[in-house]
Each structure stands twice: as C-alpha cells, then as structure tokens.
C-alpha cells in the first residue's frame, strides 16, 4: 500500500494523489512554517481583539465545551490561567465515557475553580441516532473525511448544544479544544451568523430528522435562536493558533488532577465509543478516521510520525468494541 513518506495519509484516503517521490497532494498544498506562522499570529492577535472586545461584560467571558480529554482540559487552563477568563465549562456526557475521564471532569474544574454545566441526553434518543448513523449513509463521504459517522454526530451536538446555550445566556465567546489537526487555523476565530450557522446545522440536522423525526430537535438550535442574531458569539478553537505540544501538555494536564484513561483506544482520552466508532468507519471506507488529523498533526511538527503510524495501526480492543455493541443493541 502507498503511503506518503512525509504524513500518514495512504492510499485509500480520498481525493489523494501522490508525486514521483511518494509525496501526497495535501503534503504539497500545505503551507510552510514562515506562513503558518504568520496565520498564527494574526489569529492570536484577533482573539486578543474579541476578548478586549468582551471581557467582563457579561456574566460569562466565554463558554468552552469540555469533553474531559487532555486537549479540552489544557484549552481550560489556557482560558483560566493564560487569559483570565470567567468561564462555563459545558461537559457532554454521551452514555459511554470513561469513568475515569467522568472524574477528570470533576477534578479539573475544582482545580481551576470553573462552573460547570453536565448536559446527558436521554439515552433511548441517543442509541436510535448512533444506530442510524451506523446502519445508514447518513453523510457524505467527504463530510467523514476527518471524524468518523459516529463521532461527526457527537461533535455536532455538542456544538450546537453550546450555541444554544450561549445564545441563551447571551455568552459571547464559545471555545472548543480541537487539535491543530482537527480545526483548520483559518476557521479558528469566526464571528458566527445566524445563516451560517443553520447551514453547518442543517448538514446535520436534516438527515437525521429525516430518520428520526422530532426526538433529535431538543440538541439543535430552533427558529427563535436564530432570530437572536445581535447575541451570536464568536467560535474559537485556540490549539490551532497557540503552540502545541503533546508532552507539556499533559504535564500541564496532570498537574491539576488530570489521569489518563486506561480503559479508551489509543486516539481518544475520554470516550469509549471511540473503538466502536472508529472499526465501523474502517471497515465501511477502508481509511482511519484520526488518519487526516494525525497527518496534519505530522506536518506542523507537532507529532512523531511513527508515533502517527502506531496509533493508525493499534487494533481497537474488541473487549470494548463488544460491550458498545451490546449497549447499543447492535449486531
């Protein structure tokens, strides 16, 4: 098989191509560290605006989702300890995250002395939309192209769940804690509107309800939300303009209580849906679905490639794989 002897990306990835040296296209198209760097500064500088912009104004500087991972708990401590900001946490427990990262919730927060908002959908609603978007080609091949079926579904809900939220509470920052390799630095600080926002909805939202009907409407944003559109809050992922670096970064984690999770595959430090999530996406498409992060992450030399290679190749654990299986009432 293929693969480009710069990232991690092969042969079965779509849209890619390789030159006469075993080099993809998106290694050729990436930019180089003088213009990354660059891009960076100017979205440092942009969110430094919005926060001189915000900052006490409102009950709340910003809200941040908080998954419980090392990366959402060291976006936490930069918004606390780096910015200053007074922050509500939102954590979105989907039915099968690690007990440990379930205490890491609980221990980083006190640790930073941040609010907290647990939000758990009922888990009847939640097994039906896992079970559709395993059982259907719910979205495209291109929109799975960075997360897997089930984890596009988590990662929408979360965000539109803290848009309604913040829009309610009238919050004019929302963060999220993506990776470099997850959030494109060019999408990493946007002041949101009310018809972007229904579209990147609606990708979502559409196919779902089409299986599902009225049950998933509690986890989107409705009509009178959209109306808001003077209180629509500024998205910002900072890992994609900040330096990031794997090691100190969960020497910063830990030092406020963080552990990891022994019990998650070898790409998520909090869900254990992830195995589940991630053999279904291989054996439907035949690529990991980390695999384009990974490679990015590869690319800015934020990431060892061979370290890359072995958290491609790590077989889920079929232990954990079974029980998902089971809790969902999937065969």
């Known amino acids: 098989m293929q693969i ?3 990232c991690v990306l092969d042969e079965n990835f779509p849209g890619i191509s390789f030159n006469d040296n075993d080099v993809c296209i998106f290694c050729q198209q990436h930019k180089k560290k003088e213009e990354q760097s660059i891009l960076r500064e100017k979205y440092k500088k942009k969110f430094d605006e919005v926060i001189d912009e915000f900052q006490g104004k409102n009950s709340y500087d910003c809200l941040a989702a908080f998954s419980g991972g090392k990366d959402s708990t060291y976006t936490l401590y930069l918004l606390k300890k780096k910015y200053n900001l007074n922050v509500l946490a939102v954590s979105y427990d989907n039915w099968f995250q690690s007990e440990t990262a379930l205490d890491n919730i609980d221990r980083v927060v006190k640790s ?23 059982t259907h080609d719910v979205y495209s091949i291109k929109a799975l192209e960075r997360a897997s079926s089930i984890c596009t579904t988590c990662i929408s809900l979360i965000r539109f769940i803290c848009f309604k939220i913040a829009i309610e509470k009238e919050i004019p920052i929302i963060i999220f804690g993506m990776s470099p390799g997850q959030a494109p630095i060019v999408t990493s600080v946007v002041k949101t509107n009310p018809d972007m926002i229904r579209k990147m909805q609606d990708i979502v939202f559409q196919p779902l309800y089409n299986h599902l009907g009225d049950m998933i409407k509690p986890y989107f944003l409705e009509e009178r939300h959209f109306n808001r559109f003077e209180v629509f809050p500024y998205s910002v992922n900072p890992l994609a303009f900040l330096d ?22 070898a790409n998520s430090t909090n869900c254990l849906l992830n195995s589940f999530a991630n053999s279904v996406h291989k054996m439907k498409y035949n690529f990991h679905p980390y695999a384009y992060e990974l490679a990015e992450l ?12 072995d958290r491609i190749r790590k077989i889920e654990d079929t232990n954990t794989i079974q029980l998902v299986k089971n809790k969902l009432g999937i065969n």
């Open 112 to 134: 930073l002395d941040i609010d907290l908002l647990k939000v758990k959908p009922s888990f009847d609603v939640f097994k039906k939309i896992i079970q559709t978007v395993v």
């Open 298 to 309: 590869v690319r800015e030399g934020n990431l060892d490639r061979n370290v890359a290679l």
């Open 244 to 265: 990031y670096d794997e090691k100190e970064i969960l020497e910063i984690v830990h030092s406020l209580g963080w552990q990891n999770p022994e019990d998650t595959d």
């Open 4 to 6: 480009c002897r710069i």
